[in-house]
């Protein structure tokens, strides 16, 4: 299994846009042997201590292969709304990893 957590840092006034694009991204997510295993949108409460910007956003995705997790992001019907992302998300953090 390959392990995707994402730090998503959204444009201030355009998180309606983001939600717009999750709606499509996510359920996309299992046409390619994968599952959304949290989606979390912290609040300043939530952190015991945090040297880096609050995200908006974290979200923790798993995919059963490389390839798969390839292949999602090359999704035809995902790409057709790319300008949604681009037009909504600051930056994005995104660590792979494995289970240990």
Do not use: W
């Amino acid at each position: 299994m390959l392990y995707i957590t994402q730090l998503i840092y959204v444009i201030k006034g355009q998180e309606s846009v983001f939600h717009e694009f999750e709606d499509i991204a996510i359920p996309t997510i299992a046409k390619y042997n994968g599952r959304l295993l949290l989606r979390i949108r912290p609040s300043a409460e939530c952190f015991i201590e945090i040297s880096i910007e609050q995200p908006y956003e974290v979200h923790l995705v798993e995919f059963a292969t490389q390839d798969d997790f390839e292949n999602f992001k090359l999704d035809e019907e995902r790409k057709k709304f790319l300008h949604l992302k681009e037009q909504s998300i600051k930056t994005a953090i995104l660590i792979q990893g494995s289970k240990l």
